[in-house]
């Protein structure tokens, strides 16, 4: 499928190829997993508030339903692709099964500049694509959730979308969704507070201090500052955030609670705020730190830069921020990768746990969320760790060939159908 064919998805493919080939996996089962299961491309027709219409496309790719309902977020950014989306279903697949949850792998996206729409054409295309995808979606089958560019505001119009067509509420139809409906506590921060969980548990392993760790997150979107302000809390030195337009160095650290307060409350630039030096992205990376967050977009760590980075620990807070080739610099360097399958799991983990929630209508206290998460990605990691020694493999592709073998299992006692 030449649709297929870039960057993204050719990253996702390169690690799966390398994690089968050192597992010797089954080369029957590792065709059909190196493609998407099904994949849907739609037409959106939106009236804009000038009374136009304009014609948007969205995608919706399950990679793997062997191990239960394919799960995944939704995208809404302008360079979404086919290749991304199939590449970002194929990471929902590993992750989902790293972490155990019953779940395979999907994603959606359309590609639209969100902040660039009103209120009212948002609400509008994400019901005209949430019909259009309807066919694939519930919560037995694929179950959408926040991703960059979309939020609880998103996933309740896509709920409601859905329980129009059927007739009745349907919470369990996404996670991510608003408390008033079925959402779970504690699901908005989950990804920033899982990889603060694992950061933690990669500190104690290497024997670093929180308390003298200085740490630089990419990206204050949802995981980067949820991350920042729990990595403050527990005590770390927060030294420089960014978003797309650059970021805020303070050595001294950063004012989490404040900075959130003008850049969330009030609508301040990060720059405006004036409360560090201002930096770019590119500087950001290469700042000497404890911790490293990548938590914007995919591929911001390449060959290019991967020489300059000078962490000790990189957590990866978003998908895919780093490329093979530089994995390889980063490692022969000595900095311990968190993967993002394994670092950002948490906001899938509090999915699942949004997911059960609605299935039994009974709701549980934020602690019992927090706690249950810090088990399920704590364990996670000490497996990763163990495994990642014991066949002397990077923590990624242990991370890889763990999920991977999960899904293997799961193919070869269901069999190939017909
Ligand atoms: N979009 C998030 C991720 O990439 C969460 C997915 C979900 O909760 O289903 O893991």
């Known amino acids: 499928m030449t649709e297929l064919n870039n960057p993204t998805f050719r ?13 010797h996996l089954d080369p ?35 990679h793997d339903s062997s191990r239960g309902p394919s799960k995944g977020g939704i995208r809404y950014h302008p360079d979404v692709n086919l ?6 279903a194929m990471w ?14 999907a994603k959606g996206g359309v590609r639209v500049a969100p902040k660039k729409l009103s ?5 509008r295309l994400t019901r005209r694509y949430a019909t259009e995808i309807f066919p694939l979606i519930g919560p037995d089958k694929d179950v959408p959730a926040p991703d960059v560019g979309t939020d609880a505001q998103v996933m309740a119009w896509i709920m409601d979308t859905y329980s129009q067509q059927v ?14 409906i079925g959402g779970s506590l504690g699901r908005e921060e989950a990804t920033g507070r899982g990889v603060v969980d694992v950061t933690l548990e990669a500190m104690r392993h290497l024997r670093l201090d929180i308390e003298n760790a200085t740490v630089a997150v990419q990206g204050f979107g949802n995981v980067g500052s949820n991350t920042a302000r729990i990595m403050r809390e527990v005590g770390a030195k927060v030294i420089a955030v960014s978003d797309v337009t650059g970021g805020l160095y303070n050595a001294k650290g950063l004012d989490i609670p404040e900075l959130l307060r003008r850049f969330r409350g009030d609508g301040q630039p990060l720059r405006e705020t004036k409360m560090g030096d201002w930096i770019s992205n590119e500087e950001l990376l290469e700042l000497d730190c404890t911790v490293l967050v990548p938590a914007a977009l995919s591929e911001q760590i390449t060959h290019k830069n991967a020489a300059k980075v000078r962490c000790r620990i990189l957590a990866e807070g978003a998908n895919g921020p780093t490329t093979l080739d530089a994995d390889q610099i980063l490692v022969d360097k000595g900095v311990f990768i968190i993967p993002d399958i394994l670092a950002n799991s948490g906001g899938v983990i509090v999915s699942y746990f949004e997911w059960v929630q609605d299935a039994q209508r009974f709701f549980w206290k934020e602690q019992d969320i927090r706690d249950r998460l810090h088990e399920i990605i704590t364990a996670a990691f000490h497996r990763t760790l163990q495994f990642s020694t014991a066949q002397r493999a990077t923590m990624r592709m242990a991370a890889l060939m763990s999920g991977i073998d999960k899904v293997a299992q799961a193919h070869l006692a269901r069999g190939l159908f017909p």
Not at 15 to 22: I, K, L, S
Not at 83 to 88: F, P, Q, T, V
Request: charge should be positive; proline fraction near 6%; charged fraction near 20%.
């Open 83 to 88: 290749g991304e989306i199939a590449a970002l």
């Open 28 to 62: 029957n089962l590792h065709e059909r997993l190196k493609m998407p299961e099904r994949s849907l491309i739609v037409s959106i027709p939106v009236r804009m508030d000038d009374d136009t219409v304009r014609m948007f496309t969205g995608y919706r790719v399950q």
């Open 119 to 123: 209120r009212g054409e948002l609400q």
């Open 11 to 23: 990253l996702a493919v390169a690690q799966f190829e390398q994690a089968a080939a050192m597992m």
């Open 167 to 180: 007739g009745f509420a349907v919470p369990g139809s996404v996670t991510g969704k608003p408390l008033s």
């Open 92 to 105: 929902m697949t590993w992750k989902c099964a790293l972490a155990g949850l019953p779940y395979g792998g």
